[in-house]
């Protein structure tokens, strides 16, 4: 059971706009900054999202972040075959005194 | 660029250890906390440990605490992770990463390929 909270699926056609959401609470997303990671099949995870809303340079624009209170939401827009992944969203939880995860969401590309 | 290339993995007994290494290269390795990750074969990403800049601030989860530690070499570029008592559920492949910031509280920007263990008798 993860700490962050993630639907385990999500899916769109090429083209179209697709959101996917990460529940965390007071201690993690609420206090701290959120960030998203795209995993490529057979691959190590990439940074897609840091600091709720900031993308690394050469990460498309298709890509944003959000966060409000204590969840945060990944959208994707205009859908492409290669985004076809798991999305793990992460936050350092004060709690804890470490780092948690959500339990990733695999998206498909239909 | 940013490398990390890890090593040390492969097949252990169950209750044996293990070793693992991380060569860093690409940034001034002293100013960056660390990370190691794990992923067991299909699931999702779990949080091992983080070491700071200097290596003076230690985080692990809890249920790693007291059998894996987390080490620096800054005069080497290198971090690495001790796990102990090992058991099959640290099936895993493991991944060092880089922090944003020097304490470990910043974010993993960078990854490495990550090493396969294996527990099994």
């Known amino acids: 059971q993860s700490v962050l909270t993630q639907p385990p699926s999500a899916s769109g056609t090429p083209g179209q706009r697709v959101t996917i959401s990460c529940s965390g609470s007071?201690?993690?997303?609420?206090?701290?900054?959120v960030y998203w990671y795209q995993q490529l099949p057979g691959t190590a995870p990439k940074l897609l999202i840091y600091?709720?809303?900031q993308r690394p340079s050469g990460v498309p624009d298709r890509f944003s972040g959000s966060k409000s209170g204590t969840s945060a939401s990944l959208a994707i827009s205009g859908l492409r075959s290669e985004d076809e992944a798991h999305y793990y969203c992460?936050?350092?939880?004060?709690?804890?005194?470490?780092?948690?995860f959500g339990g990733g969401t695999k998206l498909t590309v239909l | 660029q940013v490398q990390l290339v890890e090593s040390g993995g492969g097949v252990v007994q169950p209750g044996r250890s293990l070793r693992l290494s991380c060569a860093a290269s690409?940034?001034?390795?002293?100013?960056?906390?660390m990370h190691w990750v794990r992923q067991a074969p299909g699931k999702g990403l779990e949080w091992v440990a983080t070491?700071?800049?200097?290596?003076?601030?230690?985080?692990?989860v809890d249920s790693m605490k007291g059998r894996f530690t987390i080490s620096r070499d800054n005069s080497k570029n290198t971090v690495s992770l001790q796990m102990n008592s090992l058991t099959p559920e640290d099936t895993a492949v493991y991944y060092c990463?880089?922090?944003?910031?020097?304490f470990g509280t910043g974010g993993i920007d960078y990854w490495g390929q990550g090493t396969l263990v294996t527990v099994s008798s």
């Open positions: 992460a936050a350092w939880d004060d709690s804890l005194s470490g780092w948690v």
């Open positions: 007071s201690s993690n997303i609420g206090s701290n900054f």
């Open positions: 600091r709720n809303n």
């Open positions: 690409g940034f001034t390795f002293s100013r960056y906390a």
């Open positions: 070491l700071s800049y200097d290596g003076t601030n230690k985080y692990y």
């Open positions: 990463a880089k922090d944003w910031d020097i």
